[in-house]
């Protein structure tokens, strides 16, 4: 008697990923060559990062208060004393045959990043199993030159954290949630760009299949090559896919190392004539233990900067905006310091909030940077007074807004010049109240027997009259004041 | 010294000629370049000062990195490679003064105990050129040996200085690991290496140790300790000095006449003042064992960056692979073969525990036997150097023959403390040499009896 054969439902998907993190330090790990992105092939090498013989490896302290933070950030218990170990293997652009790195003892451990909250509002959150220092190796570049690889070495030795989950993701989503709100975490602590794209952030992802309620793990496999979190998403849902088809046929996985495809949207085994490699992790000699004082980790943590989930509580409280505002303003910090400084200039926090996820961002997805803006905090909050003082109607501001960004002028130059200020001279707005009335006697008539419907019409019409400078409140006063007086 | 560097130099020159330093004769000097030299020994000249080592040459291991003279390690791999840097240790010695007359010759990537395993042959023993110098550094004992200069820089990582000083009747030293920068010095293993010192007497070492020791920034392993004037050290007794005579390295099967050289060695120790003590390094038959273990584990990692890619040797071929396994093996010769595969084994997934991790584990137990003696009130214990004096040509082709040549050398690098070498008597007209070893960063104390053990050999034969 057999199990009638399982479907794809009966599977979960179980994914951790390994992120590698570029620290933003002037210098190299081990030696002092520059970090700076741009420069010629091998121009930033030294006997160290060259791998001469004779040369040594001297730790960067900076690198190392970079990695603390961002174990801070991610809530990991710093660890007192951490060592350096050697990874081996052979590769072109890794010049020593082993990478630095840290096996055993790592800088930090314990660690979790909360990714979103559950319909209960509960925080689904993601352990991180480890931080830990090690360093870059160099660029393997196939294509420049005809038939052979060109090895550049500026990238040997950038100091990098390698931050590794643990399997507690259990879909695509959630991994993508996963980097994104890392992203985010790392961003806020200015250790890094963490940048996919450029190369500052780098995902390797594992994943495995097991029927949904099994407890133990299955065998997984490691997914390579992978360029942006999109990517790792589809990634991980083609190689889950491909595991659950070899399950349900009642094969077996092999633990191997994928490569994803990105045009393609397929995974294929890396080509690799050895099985999984055996790096002989030892202790590196050539470097002591770290060794951390207490006091010191314990002050590096007070002394981190804001970051996101904080952020987000503050501005609930202070600014009191709705959770969909805040995510948008906080999603990056640029976006945050734009909007705070604009409150800061005086402008009301929901009209500045509208102002900056409408109309700022809208031009930042145009391609302006919200770094350099053309519209200065400042300028952007005179504008929402202009608009709250009734200075200029909120049509008229849109207006100056779009001038704003091509000329960097002021706001208040921008509506003088265009002829946008509103009129609330009592004697212009009566003017066109009596030139209306006058024109449209039917309408008068009913409006001053009391069918106050009428209003809004013959607002509209005094706002034609006047070509859009009236302003519209004081409009509004009038009339109504006409019609309780019987006018 | 009056001497001024142009003449010391030149008679170095014309020494290495007259010894015949080169292929044909003792092959202890593999690079020189006599203009260069001398114009190196212009510019000491004429600077008026009186540097610690004005206008004295020197030789350094071809394991040290030095600009325009080649460092090859004694290894085809390296074969015309020149290091765009200097060594810290070989700077130290131009800025007091020295001027480098030449790189010598040594076993291969300083793997051996003979100076038999160069890529560019065998170096002979000027005391007895049918014998070996002794090795790794081989050629920098010899070049003292045969007169060419009064100091070499050697690298120790198992004895590699004071066995050929041994055998050479020389001075040589090894300091506490980390007294001296590595920066420079070729790794071979890098828990163990340190650059040592050659002296053709114990004035000329100790001064040449003062010189190099000291911190340096590009070394994290070289220690933040106050250097010490060695060459000061002298005493005219050794009142208060406790000796240790450690049982295990005068094992029954000890040549007798090597045991009478060292018991007529401390007699003149006693006779100055010392006391003598037998003590016990229990694990001191666990030595070798773990040495060769941790050495050549370090060794397989140390040198994978000897892959054609960057510098050196590369032998073209069809892909990658090929290129490495072509160039590594045309490279390598067959005893740093030998000790790659080793040490890649033992470092291996499922025997890392059996072998790297025990026989670090052992390695503190070896410290400790030291650290316990030397907390008992001993400042010195004084042992022989080498179980034998040097040996014929060939005599040794066993590997593990030669390995135990490093019985009495080897515990001191494990245990990172200081050991020197001095001559202490000849056995069939054959230098034999006697081992002082002191407490971590106390050079002082071995120095001060190895000044004494030299006076009373003045005059002997």
């Known amino acids: 008697m057999s199990d009638a054969k399982r479907t794809f439902a009966d599977y979960e998907m179980v994914v951790g990923l390994e992120v590698h993190v570029q620290l933003l330090t002037r210098t190299k790990a081990f030696c002092s060559c520059s970090t700076a992105y741009g420069a010629a092939p091998n121009a930033n090498t030294c006997p160290v990062c060259l791998a001469l013989p004779g040369a040594l490896p001297v730790l960067n302290e900076e690198a190392v208060r970079l990695a603390v933070i961002a174990a801070h950030a991610l809530e990991a218990t710093v660890n007192e004393t951490s060592i350096f170990a050697r990874k081996n293997y052979f590769y072109p652009d890794l010049p020593k045959g082993y990478q630095i790195s840290q096996f055993d003892k790592p800088l930090a451990e314990h660690g979790k990043l909360v990714i979103g909250s559950n319909a209960d509002g509960t925080p689904i959150t993601v352990r991180v199993t480890r931080v830990h220092m090690e360093e870059d190796a160099g660029k393997s570049v196939h294509d420049r030159y005809p038939g052979v690889t060109a090895i550049d070495l500026n990238r040997s030795g950038v100091p990098l954290i390698e931050i590794v989950s643990e399997p507690d993701m259990r879909s695509s989503v959630e991994a993508g949630a996963y980097l994104r709100a890392l992203k985010q975490v790392i961003e806020y602590t200015g250790v890094s760009d963490a940048n996919m794209e450029e190369g500052s952030l780098r995902v390797d992802a594992n994943v495995s299949a097991r029927l949904r309620g099994e407890t133990t793990l299955g065998t997984k496999t490691e997914v390579k090559n992978l360029n942006s979190f999109s990517g790792v998403e589809r990634a991980l849902e083609v190689e889950f896919a491909r595991q659950v088809e070899v399950l349900i046929e009642g094969g077996e ?63 609930a409280t202070v600014y009191m905006l709705p959770p969909t505002d805040i995510e948008v303003l906080t999603a990056n910090l640029p976006t945050g310091a734009y909007f705070e400084s604009v409150v800061k200039a005086g402008a009301e926090p929901k009209a500045a909030a509208n102002w900056v996820i409408r109309d700022v961002l809208q031009e930042v997805k145009s391609g302006a940077s919200i770094d350099t803006f053309p519209v200065e905090p400042s300028s952007l909050a005179k504008l929402i007074g202009m608009v709250a003082d009734s200075t200029v109607s909120s049509s008229a501001a849109k207006t100056i807004f779009a001038i704003a960004v091509k000329s960097r002028d002021l706001p208040a130059d921008i509506a003088k010049r265009e002829g946008l200020l509103q009129e609330r001279n009592e004697d212009a707005l009566a003017g066109w109240v009596d030139q209306v009335l006058a024109e449209n006697p039917d309408v008068a008539i009913r409006f001053r027997a009391g069918d106050k419907k009428l209003l809004g019409v013959l607002v509209g019409l005094v706002m034609k009259a006047s070509k859009g400078r009236a302003d519209p409140k004081a409009i509004n006063q009038l009339l109504s004041a006409r019609a309780t007086a019987g006018e | 010294m009056s001497t001024s560097a142009v003449s010391a130099v030149r008679d170095a020159f014309e020494r290495m000629a007259k010894v015949d330093a080169g292929p044909t004769g003792l092959n202890c000097i593999l690079w020189t370049d006599e203009g260069r030299a001398l114009d190196d020994a212009a510019a000491v000249d004429a600077i008026p000062s009186s540097l610690a080592l004005a206008s004295m040459p020197f030789v350094a291991k071809d394991n040290i990195a030095t600009t325009h003279l080649q460092t090859t390690c004694g290894s085809r791999i390296l074969a015309g490679y020149v290091s765009p840097y200097e060594a810290t240790v070989v700077t130290r010695l131009r800025d007091a003064g020295a001027v480098l007359v030449g790189k010598s010759n040594m076993d291969e990537f300083a793997m051996g105990s003979s100076n038999e395993h160069s890529a560019w042959g065998p170096v002979l023993n000027p005391v007895d050129r049918t014998r070996v110098p002794g090795g790794s550094s081989g050629g920098s004992a010899a070049s003292v040996a045969a007169g060419i200069v009064r100091i070499a820089l050697g690298s120790e990582t198992g004895g590699s200085v004071r066995q050929p000083a041994s055998y050479c009747g020389i001075v040589g030293v090894k300091p506490t690991y980390g007294r001296v920068s590595r920066f420079g010095l070729v790794a071979f293993a890098s828990s163990l290496d340190q650059v040592g010192v050659f002296g053709a007497t114990v004035q000329d070492a100790a001064v040449a140790l003062e010189v190099i020791a000291g911190r340096d920034v590009r070394d994290a392993t070289s220690a933040d300790c106050p250097v010490d004037r060695y060459a000061a050290a002298a005493t005219a007794d050794l009142k208060g000095v406790v000796i240790g005579k450690p049982r295990e390295y005068f094992p029954s099967s000890l040549d007798p006449r090597i045991t009478k050289l060292c018991d007529d060695a401390l007699d003149a120790l006693r006779a100055r003042g010392a006391e003598v ?56 010769g067959p005893e740093v073969t030998r000790r790659i595969l080793l040490g890649t084994y033992v470092l291996s997934a499922g025997y890392y525990d059996a072998y790297y991790k025990k026989a670090q584990e052992v390695r503190t137990l070896i410290a400790r036997d030291f650290r316990e003696v030397f907390e008992s009130g001993v400042h010195l214990l004084f042992t022989p150097t080498t179980p034998s004096p040097a040996f014929e040509f060939g005599a040794k082709s066993d590997p593990y023959d030669m390995y135990l040549n490093d019985i009495f050398t080897a515990t001191a690098n494990l245990a990172g403390v200081p050991a020197m070498s001095v001559p202490i008597g000849n056995i069939d007209g054959l230098p034999v040499g006697g081992q002082l070893l002191a407490r971590h960063f106390d050079e002082q104390t071995m120095f001060r009896g190895a000044f004494a053990l030299e006076a009373d050999r003045a005059g002997k034969p």
Do not use: C
């Not at chain 1, 202790?283 to 989930?309: C, F, G, T």
């Not at chain 2, 941790?294 to 040797?313: C, T, W």
């Open chain 1, 253 to 315: 996985i092999t633990q191997q190392t994928m490569l994803w495809d990105a045009d393609r949207g397929e995974v294929r085994p890396a080509r690799s004539k050895e099985g999984s490699h055996d790096y002989r992790y030892f202790p590196e000699p050539d470097l002591p233990p770290l060794q951390l004082a207490r006091a010191w980790i314990d002050q590096s943590r007070v002394s981190l900067p804001e970051l996101p989930n904080a952020k987000r509580t503050r501005f």
């Open chain 2, 277 to 332: 003590r037998d003590v016990s390094l229990p694990h001191t038959d666990l030595a070798i064992p773990a040495y060769y273990i941790i050495a050549p584990a370090e060794a397989s990692s140390n040198l994978a960056r000897f892959d054609g890619v960057r510098y050196g040797l590369r032998v073209e071929a069809k892909g990658l692979r090929e290129m490495y396994e072509s160039t590594r093996t045309r490279g390598f």
